[in-house]
């Protein structure tokens, strides 16, 4: 059976599972192991782990913001260093093409906001910051719009794993502050996967029309 990284806070002592929370968000974030690092599995179950108490919730919150962004400050790095190869390289053509379509479309329409909604889309958060750096983006000018992207984020999925764990609570009055908590928290994912989606395809369509 193969484990999932969810599964893997389960099995590890709760001071480990911090650690392992950001090493996990970080690898995301590299090239050709980013599409087999669950994070959204991750982050749930994470959350569900600070209502039972086993984790506390800030600091999950805090490590998966960290891993974010330590993930684009090296993701960014790479691009910067291999330009216009970064795309070309014989291992990066392995990468659907689509995704990078979308990820230099965000980068070229909105310039450093673009991984505020990249940042909620698979694959896309993983190549946006590379384009960042490829297409001459100083980091200095990128940290701001990666951090706060990283902490909406992180405190998106973690909430809705904290409020899912809380709705299946039997305890009198808890539940309805749950579904409060819940019905907000997937509102919120469901407004910026919708506005991630419109406005990647506007993008792609933008540059494709220029071409």
């Known amino acids: 059976m193969t484990m999932t990284p969810g599964d893997l806070l389960t099995t590890v002592p709760p001071p480990a599972a911090y650690p392992v929370i ?32 086993t984790l506390t919730l800030p600091a999950v919150i805090a490590c998966a913001a960290a891993g974010a962004v330590v993930g684009d400050f090296q993701a960014h790095r790479i691009g910067h260093r291999l330009g216009d190869g970064l795309r070309t390289g014989r291992l990066t053509r392995r ?78 009055g808890s539940q309805n502050v749950a579904l409060t908590v819940g019905a907000v928290a997937v509102t919120l994912l469901l407004a910026l996967g919708i506005r991630a989606v419109v406005t990647c395809r506007r993008s792609s369509g933008v540059t494709r029309g220029d071409e």
Request: glycine share 12%; hydrophobic share 50%.
């Open 22 to 53: 950001t090493a996990l968000v970080v690898l995301e974030s590299v090239l050709f192991l980013g599409p087999f690092v669950p994070t959204l599995g991750l982050l749930l179950v994470a959350g569900g782990l600070a209502y039972a108490g």
């Open 95 to 172: 990468i659907p093409g689509p995704a990078w379509d979308r990820a230099y479309a965000a980068i070229r329409r909105r310039g450093r906001p673009a991984l505020l909604v990249c940042r909620f889309i698979p694959l896309v958060r993983t190549l946006a910051p590379h384009a960042a750096g490829a297409a001459g983006i100083p980091y200095r000018r990128l940290a701001p719009f990666s951090a706060t992207a990283g902490v909406a984020w992180a405190c998106t999925e973690t909430g809705v794993g904290y409020a899912g764990a809380a709705s299946w609570s039997q305890l009198p």
